[in-house]
């Protein structure tokens, strides 16, 4: 088809060869013929006279008319068949030059995308025959495939439209000319768009830890939670929601934007740290979701006080202990946390602190000087628990009592005790009350009594009380003055102490004894002569009671003329002459001592001269008497 007009196509005498060389013949082609064809009346030459489209006509049938001038003339019509050879010169061609396809990314490998087909306007089989191919614009993995004779392009392998959004992509189309270098080929340009399917989950991107200080207010920003979900449009738009671990409702989550905020205030001694599961939802159909637990750590802020463990703190602590003897360990506590809960302890001042020292950090105390119960047996002192930036503290009472060591002896109030007691007194009397006292405390401050050396037997004492009493009768005449030691001793089951001290006892006087004549009776022999006014006998006695209960005087019984005798000497004197040689008589005397209630006892002074002589006898020779046990001395 691309032979060039006016060139000489063939012969038709060639063809008619079967007509004689030498006959004279004229040709021509029927009009209807001859727009693509001319031949040479003469010679027969076929000639082209216009470019031949194997597109447009690919057969041409002629009818060529022969006339024969020769006799005789002859005509013949001759059909020339002509097939018109295709020439590659029509180029495949797509009806777009641009195609944008879209396929969702979830179809399985295989599937068809688009179906490619180019037109190529050649007449020959091959010169018309399109064979695609394709080529990717990047450099990545191309996930098509092309059928080189159909032109159908499918999925080679799985789309994903997070990693791939789009494929930009050229397709060819290559006629299949037999000369190489004489093919040609169209291409198109096809960009196609993966489509989003809700396949993503959202995924978060923020920290699943935050931290909040305990003193912000509410609505205070604490966490921007992200998620991000790759998918596109509403499968990709994300809400969050806080689906447990807000049950005390502290926390607000705005589930657009993502924020959480406070909805309380929050306190990190009740609640220091929340786990909130976070949702985040997409909007696809079905939704997809992911979940994070969020920790919230709330941070110490120093907002609360110290607290001792107790309010009151009571011990004891021995005493004459060196200084540093320990006594007791405080602990505070404080609800903070860190550096905001370390504490200080100190003593504050008061009385008797000074006697202490406290460990700062530790909070034990112990003695700063050695302690003396009986100077102060308790101590009340205020122990503070201290921290700083701001200045918190608390006070506790300590209660510490001083133990007892038996360091003291018992101690009487006097040095030596002198008591003075009648004789009189009964068995079991009490004559004195010794009192003993003892600083220490307990069984160390405990007084028992006890008496050592000899009290003959006449005194005992009460240990409880220290009650000195009589253990038998006194009698000064006998013995009228005890001197013994009393012992006062601590009841300490370990090393008693004790105090001994003297007791005088001075036994007095009572008027228990009768005067006692020391003759009795008294005979007298009186000469007849004997002047008046003269002594005649002297009566004697004794009392051996002291004082006036002792001193006697003596008096006549019955009143008597002729003799009187002296009150105090006890002279018997003559007042008047006797009246003959033979004169007797006897005198009663009396002696008599001097005490409140006088004892008087009685003596018979017989008086005769010596013509007379007075005897003397007993009225009964037995006398007989009963004398009950126990019975008092002196008693009748």
């Given amino acids: ?21 030498n006959r004279k013949l004229h040709f021509s082609i029927a009009k209807d013929d001859n727009v693509h064809f001319e031949v040479d009346s003469l010679t027969g030459d076929l000639y082209l006279s216009k470019e031949l489209d194997y597109e447009t006509n690919s057969h041409f049938l002629l009818q060529v008319i022969i006339k024969d001038y020769n006799n005789p003339p002859q005509n013949s019509t001759v059909f020339l068949s002509i097939d018109v050879e295709d020439k590659n010169d029509h180029s495949p061609h797509f009806q777009d030059d641009f195609v944008v396809i879209g396929i969702e990314e979830n179809v399985p490998v295989g599937t068809l995308v688009y179906t490619f087909n180019a037109k190529d306007g050649d007449g020959g089989f091959l010169n018309s025959k399109i064979e695609y191919s394709l080529e990717i614009s990047n450099t ?52 196609i768009v993966i489509l989003d399917i809700n396949d993503n989950s959202p995924s978060f991107t923020s920290s699943p830890l935050s931290y909040v200080m305990e003193d912000v207010e509410m609505g205070f920003l604490v966490h921007h939670i992200v998620a991000k979900d790759p998918d596109e449009g509403t499968n990709g738009q994300v809400t969050y929601h806080i689906l447990s671990g807000n049950e005390n409702k502290a926390f607000v989550l705005d589930k657009i934007t993502g924020l959480l905020t406070t909805a309380q205030f929050l306190d990190r001694e009740v609640q220091e740290r929340y786990s909130l599961t976070v949702m985040a ?26 607290g001792f463990l107790e309010q009151l703190y009571e011990t004891a602590v021995p005493e004459n202990r060196d200084p540093g003897e320990f006594v007791i360990r405080v602990e505070a506590v404080d609800r903070d946390a860190g550096l905001n809960s370390l504490l200080q302890y100190e003593i504050l001042p008061g009385a008797g602190y000074e006697k202490f020292k406290m460990n700062s950090d530790s909070g034990e105390l112990v003695t700063a000087a050695s302690l003396d119960r ?50 009189d007194l009964e068995e079991g009397s009490a004559i004195l009350d010794l009192s003993a006292s003892d600083e220490d405390a307990g069984l160390n401050g405990e007084v028992m009594y006890s008496l050592i050396d000899d009290t003959y037997g006449a005194f005992a004492i009460n240990s409880a009380t220290g009650s000195i009493v009589t253990t038998k009768a006194l009698d000064r005449e006998t013995k009228s003055q005890y001197t013994f030691r009393a012992v006062a001793s601590d009841c300490s089951p370990h090393f008693p102490r004790s105090t001994t001290v003297s007791v005088v006892v001075h036994v007095n006087d009572v008027n228990d004894n009768n005067p006692v004549f020391l003759q009795n009776p008294i005979r007298v022999f009186v000469p007849a002569e004997t002047a008046v006014n003269e002594t005649v006998a002297t009566v004697r006695a004794e009392d051996v009671d002291l004082g006036s209960n002792g001193a006697v005087v003596f008096n006549l019984m019955m009143a008597e003329t002729v003799f009187q005798v002296d009150v ?41 001269t010596e013509e007379q002589e007075e005897m003397i006898s007993f009225s009964h020779s037995l006398y007989e008497a009963s004398v009950p046990e126990n019975s008092a001395a002196g008693g009748h």
Avoid at 164 to 185: G, H
């Fill in 374 to 423: 009986e100077t102060q047996e308790v101590f009340s002192i205020k122990g503070s628990s201290v921290k700083y930036l701001p200045l918190r503290s608390s006070t506790a009472q300590l209660y510490l009592t001083v133990l007892d060591e038996n360091d003291h002896s018992p101690l009487f109030a006097k040095t030596q005790y002198q008591i003075s007691v009648t004789e």
């Fill in 1 to 21: 088809e691309n032979f060039k007009p006016a060139q000489v196509l063939d012969s038709l005498k060639a063809l008619s060869n079967h007509l004689a060389l």
């Fill in 281 to 306: 939802l997409d909007d696809g159909s079905p939704a997809l979701s992911a979940t994070q637990v969020l920790t919230i750590i709330v941070l110490d802020v120093n907002d609360e006080a110290p």
């Fill in 568 to 608: 105090k000497t006890g002279d018997i004197i003559l007042r008047e002459p006797l009246a003959s040689k033979d004169f007797s008589t006897q005198l009663l005397v009396t002696a008599s001592d001097q005490g409140i209630t006088p004892r008087t006892a009685t003596a018979v002074v017989i008086i005769f």
């Fill in 140 to 191: 990545g993995e191309n996930p098509f495939l092309i059928h080189p004779l159909y032109g159908t392009l499918t999925t080679a392998s799985p789309l994903d439209r997070e990693i791939t959004r789009s494929v930009i992509l050229t397709v060819f189309a290559e006629d299949q000319a037999i000369n190489l270098t004489d093919r040609r080929l169209d291409s198109l340009a096809v960009k």
